[in-house]
Nanobody
Framework: QVQLVESGGGLVQAGGSLRLSCAAS????????MGWFRQAPGKEREFVTS????????YYADSVKGRYTISRDNAKITVYLQMNSLKPEDTAVYYC????????????WGQGTQVTVSS
């Protein structure tokens, strides 16, 4: 069982930055990939970014490439999402997820954290 708790969301003006954190439970955190997803009101949940268990490989949705950076600290069993140059269309609930059984499946999800970008 893996538990994920996101934090760091909030209200920010367009062009600003936020850093989300996802704290994980469990001793095997370093063995599985992690991802961030988001869901805007009235829209389906969409992939944002992912990172391999080692941190060597990362993937980004085109909409956030060059603005967002995913990273992880296996010692702190935490994954981060640095979001820069935020746009109003980035407004959504952001979820972190753990891929324990392997890509492309994500087995465990956090409760989400709200990010609101004002214009």
């Amino acid at each position: 069982q893996v538990q994920l708790v996101e934090s760091g969301g909030g209200l920010v003006q367009a062009g600003g930055s936020l850093r989300l954190s996802c704290a994980a439970s469990g001793r095997t955190f370093s063995r599985y990939a992690m991802g961030w997803f988001r869901q805007a009101p009235g829209k389906e949940r969409e992939f944002v970014t992912s990172i391999s268990w080692s941190g060597d490989s990362t993937y980004y949705a085109d909409s956030v490439k060059g603005r967002y950076t995913i990273s992880r600290d296996n010692a702190k069993i935490t994954v981060y999402l640095q979001m820069n140059s935020l746009k109003p269309e980035d407004t959504a609930v952001y979820y972190c997820a753990a891929s324990v059984s392997g890509f492309p499946k994500y087995d465990y999800w956090g409760q989400g954290t709200q990010v609101t970008v004002s214009s």
